[in-house]
C-alpha cells in the first residue's frame, strides 16, 4: 500500500500579520511547525503501514524551510518526503495549491490512498484536500473519524456528520481527510531523526509538474482577499478606584446607580 500525505507548514503562533497589498500572510520571521491537523493524518499513514505494509510519502509546498516539516514526518515514521519550492508558488490560494498538489501526486503515481488534515490552522478553510480530491477524480470522505476495514479494492470509514456519524465505503485509491478523533500523534524518534538527517528531499519545480505559470501564485489564483478588517473594541467599561471608605461608599452607589438605569435591580 502506498500512502501519500500532502502536509503544511504554518506559523506556529497565533500573532499572524497580513500583507495588506497581496490580502496574504506574511510568515517572515514566524517559527513554523507542521500543521497540527496533518499530524493526525501523518499517524494514520504511518499505522495502516505498520499493519498492512507499504511506504507512506509526504509532500508539501511551500519555502525552502518547508523542508524542517517533512524530515519531522519522516523521523516520526514515513518513508519519503517531497518538497515543491520556487517562487512561482508564493501567494497561492486554496485553488491553486490543490492544482499543484494534485499535479505533483499524479507524477508520483502508484499510490493507494491520501491522507490530509481536515484543514490548516492559519488558512482554516479545509478546501485543499477536496480540491486534490476534485483534480484528481477521486471518492472523497471529509472529516473521517475512524478506517473501520481496508480491502484490496475498496477502504470503509467512519466520518463525522451534523447527526452523528456515517459509514462510507469508497473504492480504491481515495483521498480521506481525518479529524483529531481518528488517532493520537506519535512523537519521532532518535532512529527516526537520524534517518530523517541524512534523507535526501527532492525539490520539484512548476517546470518539473509540467505547469503553466500563469495558473500558480498569486496571479493564478481566482480567489482575491479585497479588503482586511481588524476587529475593534466596541464597548468600554469604567474602573473605579477607591483607596478609603469614602471611595468604597461612592463606588458601591455608583454601582448601584448603573444597575438601576439598566434596569437589573
Excluded at 506559523?11 to 520571521?29: C, Q, Y
Excluded at 493507494?112 to 488558512?123: K, Q
Aim: with cysteine; aromatic share 4%.
Amino acid at each position: 500500500m502506498h500512502i501519500i500525505i500532502p502536509i503544511k507548514q504554518v506559523p506556529e503562533t497565533s500573532n499572524v500579520k497580513m500583507d495588506e497589498e497581496t490580502g496574504t500572510m506574511r510568515r517572515d520571521g514566524v517559527e513554523s511547525i507542521i500543521n497540527p491537523l496533518d499530524l493526525y493524518a501523518i499517524e494514520s499513514g504511518i499505522t495502516l503501514k505498520e499493519k498492512y505494509g507499504g511506504k507512506v510519502t509526504v509532500i508539501s509546498m511551500g519555502p525552502a524551510s518547508a523542508e524542517k516539516a517533512l524530515r519531522e514526518a519522516v523521523a516520526m515514521g514515513c518513508d519519503h518526503g517531497i518538497l515543491i519550492s520556487g517562487k512561482e508558488f508564493a501567494g497561492s490560494d486554496t485553488w491553486a495549491t490543490s492544482k499543484v498538489l494534485a499535479a505533483a501526486i499524479e507524477k508520483i503515481g502508484d499510490f493507494d490512498l491520501i491522507l490530509a488534515g481536515e484543514r490548516a490552522t492559519d488558512g482554516d478553510t479545509g478546501q485543499v484536500g477536496p480540491g486534490i480530491a476534485s483534480f484528481l477524480d477521486l471518492p472523497l470522505s471529509t472529516y473521517t473519524s475512524k478506517l473501520i476495514e481496508v480491502q484490496v479494492d475498496s477502504i470503509t470509514v467512519e466520518r463525522l456528520i451534523e447527526e452523528g456519524y456515517e459509514v462510507l465505503k469508497l473504492p480504491r485509491p481515495a483521498l480521506l481527510t481525518v479529524v483529531k478523533e481518528i488517532s493520537f500523534p506519535r512523537l519521532p524518534t532518535l532512529r527516526g531523526k537520524k534517518r530523517a538527517k541524512s534523507l535526501d528531499l527532492p525539490v520539484w519545480s512548476a517546470a518539473q509538474l509540467d505547469l503553466p505559470v500563469a495558473q500558480l501564485g498569486l496571479k493564478g489564483s481566482p480567489t482575491r482577499v479585497v479588503k482586511i478588517d481588524r476587529p475593534r473594541v466596541t464597548r468600554g467599561g469604567t474602573i473605579v478606584k477607591t483607596g478609603d471608605q469614602d471611595s468604597i461608599v461612592a463606588a458601591v452607589e455608583q454601582l448601584v446607580e448603573f444597575l438601576r438605569v439598566k434596569e437589573l435591580v
